[in-house]
């Protein structure tokens, strides 16, 4: 019945909810289709953008708070899901946001809302590019999961701040999405958690990745966080943040401890030999650094060390 129901209005009458399209289906994209399958607002799917041909997939989701095994089945309908959308969360890697863009472009509905949630800083400006302003949203989550390709592991679920990207209102179908997720929270300083989340994977992301350990080991290295910390604080202070060395260092053990099991998604990239975000997490904090005359010389070394690795 969903494959013969192409349109917008054939899907309402299916299924009575709004429907949520993620697009892409790594461990993001994976745990958030669950937390919204769970609340039950939504009609979730989600696009596994590596899949060419239309399939149906069946996923499933182990929690280890409850130790429950959730199955469910989504669709992976890349045309008629863009186009039936009355909301899209783009939750691919930072450095495939600007092909992702150019390819749902053609499909999406003029005045279907789009979040983007990834790591890093930079894909930020390409979301311009998909549709008006007043309906472009992004998202900074510090909910941590990994996957085997459809089965995702929740690793520590923490807070997910939802903002405009400019001028967008925060309209109901929004309100619903952020209303899903544990933590959700709705604010209009989104680069300021955007900034944060930054500052955490700055720290998280590489150390892990060099050490190929899970995210509560780097919790015995406190100097490790030190050194990145205060050295990227002055920088994050010219993009607009004026959190305190101290506050941006907490932010960083409490992330390591509440998802301390997990492999970051660096680690992760590091080991299956992926691309990683290495340039829109260092790499860009680095470039910004440069223009303001700020040295950084741990950071520099650490993205030296993975460009070698
Ligand atoms: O990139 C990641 O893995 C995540 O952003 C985080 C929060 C560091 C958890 O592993």
Redesign the pocket.
Known sequence: NIRKANNRADLKKLHGKPVACIIGAGSIGQLTAELLRRKGLFKTCFIDTRIKKEKRVTCSCESINSGTTYRCSKGVYPESFVKAADLIIITVKAFSVAKIIRDIAPHLNRKTPVILMV?GFGAQEELKKLTHENRLYLAST???ATHKKYSVFE?GL?TTYVGPLKHAKETEVIRYFVKSLPSGTYTDAIYDELLR?LA??AV??PVTAIRNCV?AEILRDPEIIKNIITEITPVLRKLGLNDSSESLQRRVET?AAN?GT?Y???QQDYYYGRLSEIDYILGILIKKAKIYGIKTPCIDNLYQKLKNM
């Open positions: 790591n510090s909910n941590g690793k923490g989340k955490v994977n998280i992301n995210n992330v998802t997990n970051s998604s660096m």
